[in-house]
């Protein structure tokens, strides 16, 4: 699941404050991710390159024997989180590690999918108690863009955003202390392997109820004219980044 993020909020390679991280349910149910345009298309190519070179040999890994191409993954990888680690200027001075632990995104506040506020986390009798490390995360993200600490779950995490919903069925995904972890850290978004798993998990849950490969992508997004742009989008990516010989 992508948090949906009008591109064209992007200018100078950078992306403006219009490109609201968190909006409300009425704005979200109208809200359709846009086509990609050539600008996307570039960076998205510009993105792999970083990528390969820095969470390359994990990702061979994880599609190894699988349906699913490295490119794939990098073009998801891109469609979900690409508009926060394309731009050198976010990665300058971090290890890769630091740049998955710092893409904690998804802020719609109200959903359908579990939990559906962050009240019913907080007061989960299995999950509640990772609330304060969860808020912690979301907050060290927003620091790293420019945000002011909020006291807010996020719902998105890792490079593909695996979803809190997930939880139900991966909790070690949110419970397992983080690798390489400072202080209180938890989860395993800052690793690539358990992110990219978790990614051909969902896909492969997809696929068993669609049948086919960019039926399963699009399903992973959702449905609508919203998942079948992201759908159409991904396959942009990767033809570019094939194109590219990455």
Not at 194 to 201: E, L, Q, Y
Not at 207 to 234: C, H, I, P, Q, W
């Amino acid at each position: 699941m992508t948090l949906q993020i009008d591109r064209r909020a992007f200018v100078g390679g950078s992306i403006t404050t219009a490109a609201v991280l968190g909006v409300g349910p009425a704005l979200a149910a109208g809200f359709v991710t846009p086509r990609a345009g050539p600008f996307d298309i570039r960076a998205a190519v510009g993105g792999t390159r970083w990528l390969k070179a820095q969470l390359g040999d994990a990702i061979d890994a994880a599609t190894r024997g699988t349906r699913y191409s490295p490119q794939l993954l990098y073009a998801m990888a891109y469609q979900e989180t690409g508009y926060r680690w394309w731009n050198s200027s976010f990665r300058k001075d971090r290890t890769a590690r630091e740049v998955l632990r710092l893409l904690v995104l998804d802020t719609v506040a109200v959903r359908k999918a579990f939990p559906q506020t962050p009240e019913i986390f907080r007061t989960h009798p299995r999950y509640g108690g990772l609330m304060p490390a969860l808020v912690a995360a979301a907050d060290a993200a927003r620091a790293a863009e420019g945000r002011p600490p909020a006291g807010k779950l996020r719902y998105g995490y890792g490079l593909f955003q695996n979803d809190l919903q997930n939880i139900l069925t991966n909790e070690a995904f949110w419970r397992t202390p983080a690798p390489g972890r400072q202080a209180g850290e938890i989860g395993l978004w800052g690793d690539i392997a358990a992110c990219a798993s978790a990614c051909i998990k969902e896909l492969d849950n997809k696929f068993a109820v669609t049948g086919e490969l960019y039926k399963a992508v699009k399903a992973y997004n959702g449905r609508g004219d919203s998942a079948e742009n992201y759908m159409l989008n991904v396959k942009d990516f990767e033809a570019a980044i094939l194109a590219a010989n990455l």
